[in-house]
C-alpha cells in the first residue's frame, strides 16, 4: 500500500535553533499534505496543508513565518520549525492521500517527528 | 463546537470483554468517517473505514447513523494487543484530498 515516510524520527534541539522534517510519499504523488501537532494525550491538531508549487494554507494560530512549509515536488513537503522554543516541543506529523484513491481512500501518516527543545 | 467529539475515556477492559466507543460530529454535510488507532507515540494507523450501512471486520464492527450524526466502533472480545488510543476521524464534505478532522481519542486498556 501508500506509504508516507517522515524524517527525522526524533529531534533534540537547542532554543532558538531551527529544525527541518521531510515528509515524503514512497509510492505515490501527493500534491496535497497535511502537517500536524500532537501534545501529550491531545488530539492531532492540524497546522497547515501543504500545497505542490503554491503556499501553503495555515490554520487560525499558527504562525507562517515559524512554521515555514515548502512542498517543492509532488513527492516532498518539508515543515521547518524556526527558531524553536520550549513549547515548540511536540510531536509533528504528516500525512497525505494517494489522489487516485477517492472519497474513502485511507489517509496514510508519516511516522512523525518527537521535538524536544531544550 | 468540536467538528468531532468522542468518549473520553479511558476504558479499562478485562481480556475477553466487549467495549464500544462513541463518536459525534458536528457536519451534517460530513462524507467520509474512519476509525484510526494509535499506539503510544506512533503515528495513526487506519483500523477501518465506516460505512452507511454498518460494516464489520473480524471483532470490530462499526456503525454510522448519519440522522444522528454519530459513529460507532464495538470490539468483541478484546485482546492485550487491543490497547491503544482510538481516533474517530471525519472528512467534510468536498474534501476528497482534503482535511480529516480527528476527535480527541479514546484510550482503551484491555487488562488480562
Known amino acids: 500500500g501508500a506509504v508516507v515516510s517522515q524524517h527525522p524520527s526524533w529531534v533534540i534541539c537547542k532554543s532558538g535553533t531551527s529544525v527541518k522534517i521531510e515528509c515524503r510519499s514512497l509510492d505515490f504523488q501527493a500534491t496535497t499534505m497535511f502537517w500536524y501537532r500532537q501534545f501529550p494525550k491531545q488530539s492531532l491538531m492540524l497546522m497547515a496543508t501543504s500545497n505542490e508549487g503554491s503556499k501553503a494554507t495555515y490554520e487560525q494560530g499558527v504562525e507562517k513565518d515559524k512554521f515555514l512549509i515548502n512542498h517543492a515536488s509532488l513527492t516532498l513537503s518539508t515543515l521547518t520549525v524556526t527558531s524553536a522554543h520550549p513549547e515548540d516541543s511536540s510531536f509533528y506529523i504528516c500525512?497525505?492521500?494517494?489522489?487516485?484513491?477517492?472519497?474513502?481512500?485511507?489517509?496514510?501518516f508519516g511516522q512523525g517527528t518527537r521535538l524536544t527543545v531544550v | 463546537r468540536k467538528e468531532v467529539e468522542q468518549d473520553p475515556g479511558p476504558f479499562n477492559v478485562p481480556e475477553g470483554a466487549t467495549v464500544a466507543f462513541n463518536c459525534t460530529y458536528s457536519n451534517s454535510a460530513s462524507q467520509s468517517f474512519f476509525w484510526y488507532r494509535q499506539d503510544c507515540r506512533k503515528e495513526p494507523k487506519l483500523l477501518m473505514s465506516v460505512y452507511s450501512s454498518g460494516n464489520e471486520d473480524g471483532r470490530f464492527t462499526a456503525q454510522l447513523n448519519r440522522a444522528s450524526q454519530y459513529i460507532s466502533l464495538l470490539i468483541r472480545d478484546s485482546k492485550l494487543s487491543d490497547s491503544a488510543t482510538y481516533l474517530c476521524?471525519?472528512?467534510?464534505?468536498?474534501?476528497?484530498?482534503?482535511?480529516?478532522?480527528f476527535g480527541r481519542g479514546t484510550q482503551l486498556t484491555v487488562w488480562p
Open positions: 500525512s497525505a492521500r494517494d489522489p487516485q484513491g477517492g472519497m474513502n481512500t485511507e489517509a496514510f
Open positions: 476521524v471525519v472528512t467534510p464534505e468536498g474534501s476528497t484530498l482534503g482535511r480529516l478532522y
